[in-house]
């Protein structure tokens, strides 16, 4: 779900462990990033089970990322790939945070 414009739009994202962050297009074939999640700005990763995403085009498959500045609502496409996602996104985050 977009930051400003409350609306939905697909985007794609791409992990980068390298660079330490999700980077996200409007699309697969798009070069020009939309933004970036930084894995150190990562506060926590939960399942959407409060379904506080408004209109969510699939609430079961919603999460939230939760960054210092933001949230963003995601979708995923299955729930096996929401798990997958959830569970490296969360990683990423655990082992970017100083201890």
């Known amino acids: 779900m977009g930051g400003r414009i409350k609306t939905w739009r697909k985007r794609w994202f791409c992990f980068d462990r390298q660079a330490r962050r999700l980077a996200y297009y409007a699309d697969k074939e798009e070069t020009k ?10 506060e926590e990763v939960y399942y959407d ?4 995403a408004s209109k969510s085009p699939n609430p079961r498959l919603t999460f939230c990322v939760k960054t210092y500045e933001r949230l963003f609502y995601m979708v995923a496409p299955s729930p096996e790939a929401m798990r997958i996602w959830m569970d490296v996104i969360v990683t990423a985050a655990d082992e970017n945070h100083a201890p």
């Open 33 to 42: 990033l939309k933004g970036v999640i930084y894995f150190q700005a990562i």
């Open 49 to 52: 089970h409060l379904r506080c």
